[in-house]
């Protein structure tokens, strides 16, 4: 078994150290766009070769693309034109309606699997690759029906092998928790970020006072702006429903602070607390 990775960063360079350590692959070939992340995952040992994505489709049996879901589509067109009859393709975007849209009717989708490992880090790059990234948390699969069974059985295997647990659903369902539960987490942190930045001009300020609160809940502010900001185009459809709730509960929770109606504020945040039940 041969396996390219498209795109060596930390999820294409977390892939491969899993990868490395185990037996499912004999190679890894890496596909990337730049010069210095190319030679940076040669020289920490992330994959085997740097090749082309013409070279991959000659040699690897499955191709994992890792790329910004900004040129996704244009990488999957262009694998799907070109797949042989038993090599198989994935895809680890964080969106998957609008990808799956656009190669439905091509001849062969039955090689393609969708697919989003829920894991990740606020670090980007191959130096942030890290072993067992995966492990314990959840991959989802989209519209596994509209996949071969061969592929998809090798995708699986693939996760499997990473130490994930497989979840099943309908890619627009994929994308509407995806905006309630991930995009939003990143949109709040980043104008967090932005609101401190802009009022708290005095940095020693804000490393002295920083707690763990502060820390935690500006973590996702040091994302890469290149991968998100696609993610938050892609998706706008069920992001901006998510926001606008998000916007009346902030409005709400400002008016009663500024109306001193503290049992109804205690009220609303005791409703909150009920996250406690399902996050443990």
């Known amino acids: 078994m041969k396996v390219a990775i498209f795109g060596i960063g930390l999820i294409g360079g977390s892939v491969a150290k899993d990868l490395r350590a185990s037996e499912f692959c004999t190679e890894i070939y890496g596909v990337g766009r730049s010069a210095k992340t190319n030679e940076t995952a040669l020289s920490l040992g992330l994959v085997d070769k740097i090749i082309t994505k013409e070279e991959a489709l000659e040699h690897a049996d499955l191709l994992v693309l890792t790329v910004p879901v900004n040129v996704l589509i244009e990488e999957l067109k262009f694998i799907l034109d070109r797949i042989k009859p038993h090599q198989v393709v994935t895809d680890m975007g964080s969106t998957k309606g609008i990808i799956i849209d656009a190669i439905k009717d091509h001849p062969n989708r039955n090689r393609y699997v ?53 979840k099943y659903m309908d890619a627009h369902q994929h994308d509407m928790h995806a905006a309630y539960i991930s995009h939003i987490s990143h949109i709040s942190s980043f104008v967090l970020a932005a609101t401190v930045l802009e009022k708290e001009k005095d940095e020693a300020a804000i490393l002295e006072m920083a707690g763990g609160g502060f820390e935690s809940t500006v973590r996702l502010a040091k994302s890469s702006p290149e991968m998100w900001a696609p993610i938050f185009q892609q998706n706008k459809h069920y992001l901006l429903e998510v926001m606008d709730t998000y916007i009346e509960k902030i409005y709400h929770f400002r008016n009663l602070i500024n109306k001193n109606k503290n049992e109804e504020l205690l009220d609303l945040m005791r409703e909150a607390n009920e996250i406690r039940k399902i996050l443990k």
């Open 114 to 166: 969708a697919s989003h490992p829920m894991a990740g880090t606020e670090n980007s790059g191959p130096q942030a690759a890290i072993q067992g990234l995966f492990k314990d948390k959840i991959c989802i699969i989209c519209d596994k029906e509209k996949s071969a069974a061969d592929a998809l059985v090798l995708v699986e295997k693939l996760y499997q092998t990473l130490g994930m647990k497989m």
